[in-house]
């Protein structure tokens, strides 16, 4: 593995790491706020408000409109995705625990992303489904199972 690959794998790690932390986050602002909606929305203003500070000190330039309107419609699904994830994680994880909710949307993720790269949807090139590829989905989803019956 490349110091490249290195430094990547090890950013993914840490990013992971924060999601069961988020969840739990998000649900103790949901019980703070009264509604799960409402900690979903929070969490989407503050997370905005964090891109757009790191935008202007970075001074990105905004794309003119005939950029913004030649892209095809479907990337426009990113933040509703990002809204499920969010409304999904502060709500379904303290009742599940963080390890059974991650390890269900973790096969979810694998599914998901063996599909998506068997068919190269999205922008992501092909990459054939192969059987040690599903063996190793197979794998997780033995792990997933692992813990879902452990609770």
Known sequence: MSATHFGYFLAALIIGCGAPLQA???ASLARALGHPLLAAATNTIVATLAILLVMALLRVQLPSMK???AAPWWV?????IGGFAVFGGLFFAPKMGAAAY???TIMGIMTASL????FGVAGF???VLT???LAGAGLVVTG???IQFQR
């Open 76 to 80: 426009w699904c990113g933040g509703l």
């Open 115 to 118: 599909l998506i790269d068997h």
């Open 67 to 69: 950029l913004i309107s």
């Open 102 to 104: 991650v390890s269900v």
């Open 125 to 127: 090139r092909e990459n």
């Open 131 to 133: 059987l040690p590829k």
């Open 144 to 146: 997933m199972a692992i």
């Open 24 to 26: 739990g986050i998000n």
